[in-house]
């Protein structure tokens, strides 16, 4: 059984960001290709981009257990990691690597064990995290601020690293060597 990469964490903490450039640090790593009910948009090809579905059809394969793992982030907008895809990217001989909620990256480490690393990326400090989603999203509800101490909390039990995102080239070199130690190869970048 191969090496699999898990980064997690809580929402607007960078985990997609950090994840491009462990990406393109190796060709070893590669990202699976996660089904979702969400509308195809422009540029967006199926099959390569995500796999799109209907919620009825992302219902049916959540009852056939087609995910490693699935969620409803927004009210009729489901996500998931088709159990397919990470197995594909292992007979390849290549490193899965999955951008996914703290719950997601328990139940996929609780399946491969050893063979995952988790990396629980976390923001500097709750003003930080606030700055950012305000930014982001040009809102701010208390109700997530309360998730984000959940999903840290969690990360932290979980995790084989955590990596404060704070400087982006500090966490990207961070994130890089760590991993690499993990799946045995050398830095590129």
């Avoid at 690293?161 to 890089?176: F, M, P, Q, T």
Wanted: proline residues 4%.
């Amino acid at each position: 059984m191969g090496k699999i990469i898990i980064i997690t964490g809580p929402s607007g903490v960078g985990k997609t960001t950090l994840s491009k450039f462990l990406l393109q640090s190796s060709e070893k790593f590669e990202k699976p290709i996660t089904a979702t009910t969400r509308s195809i948009r422009e540029n967006e090809v199926d099959g390569k981009d995500y796999f799109f579905l209907s919620v009825e059809d992302f219902k049916n394969k959540i009852t056939e257990k087609y995910f490693i793992e699935n969620e409803e982030v927004y009210p009729g907008k489901f996500y998931g990691v088709p159990i397919s895809e990470l197995e594909r990217i292992l007979e390849e001989g290549k490193i899965p690597v999955l951008v996914v909620d703290v719950m997601g990256a328990q139940t996929i480490a609780a399946m491969y064990g050893r063979n995952t690393y988790v990396v629980n990326v976390a923001y500097p400090s709750i003003e930080e995290a606030y700055d950012r989603l305000q930014k982001r999203d040009n809102t701010v509800d208390p109700e997530r601020f309360n998730k984000i101490r959940q999903e840290e909390n969690m990360g932290e039990i979980i995790q084989s690293v955590k990596i404060v995102n704070d400087k982006l080239d500090v966490a990207v070199r961070e994130l890089i060597r760590n991993v690499h130690t993990f799946t045995f190869l050398r830095e590129t970048i």
